[in-house]
């Protein structure tokens, strides 16, 4: 769109370089989840196997949810036009891009939870629906046309195919549009990401209620999907936050400036009073209403060894978020953006934990090499694999028909 005719200052086609420290770093984080991860697996004590298996789960979860927010985003930002946020797209467009590498891998981790019965074992035990068995369990007996290991597996498939088909034809066409220009890429991206939407919106509560809350099959909430959606999307802009300074700190990116950060500040600072909206509805009504079969689940939560951690999930993703970020000011700093962005990834991994832990472990849940290994080993792995993607192609959409918007970005 003419653009590189008026900004002879900026280099469209530079390319990150993943080398170095960075590069050596992922690896060794790597080294060290699989390390944990065979240690836990391996253990003679089944507890530390079943702490592993719901450490695999989380990260698994997490490593997907993250990824298919930076889906989300692309195709948000298509439908929405927007043209403040060409310059930086490329970061989670690779980030789709990775989302069927982390599809497969839940996958994986589901179906051998289920197989070894380390994982959904609520509904998935022995006799639970069959009347005549003395563990039949008439209120899993009645979900059974829903919860069983094919219906599950199938949806599984389905729901994380089809939104890693549209994150992966949603990056090709941007970079399509790279090398041929003109508005075509754009305008089939325009009526997939629309297409994208609808079926993301309808189907990530189903998702997460097949894959969180069935771990505890007797309790149900119908807030629980918006919840859920709330800390993915949270996690996805925070995790665009911190790569986005972290690649402009290596000297990259130079038309990304404070506004744009302003913006990321925004969304990340809005969405996480929206998380604790949800939270706090979920939350506040079990409460009040106070019916034994929705109590079950907040009782558990509040056994002597989660409830500290359950506060301080509010206080880490809420407050946190709602005192540093309030200030204008603090969305245009880089540190301080990097430094509640990091908090709030921090924080939501703590948020899964307690999603998690009290249905796979319950009272014998832990804290040591297996849990921080684990995260340690997703966080090597994801690195690696989106600051791979991110080499391969130039940093900036040249041919965007909004760059130039987005170079001129001001708030």
Known sequence: MGTHNHHHDYNFSERFQFAGIGKILSLVGIAVGVIAIVIGLMSSDHIMVERTYAN????????????????FFVALQMVTQSGWSAGLIRIPQAMASILPIAALILLLIVGLGLTTHNLYHHWHADGLTDPNSPNFDKLVAGKSTFLNVPGFLIRQVIFMGTYSIFAVILAKLSYKEDLEGGLNSYKQSFKLSAIFLVIFGFTTPIWSFDTIMSLEAHWFSTMFGWYNFAAMWVSGIATIVVITILV?????LSWVNENHLHDLGKLMFGFSIFWTYVWFAQFMLIWYSNIPEETVYFYKRWEPEYKPWFWLSIIINFLAPLLLLVD?????????????????LCGHWLDYYIMIMPGTVEAHRGFGFVEIGTAIGFVGLFTFLVMTKLSKHPLAPKNHPFLDESLHHQL
């Open 328 to 344: 204008r000011d603090a969305k245009r700093k880089q540190g301080m953006m990097l430094f509640v962005a990091i908090l709030l």
């Open 248 to 252: 402009k700190k290596a000297g990259y």
């Open 56 to 71: 695999l789960l989380l990260m698994g979860y997490y490593f997907t949810c993250v990824c298919a927010a930076g889906a």
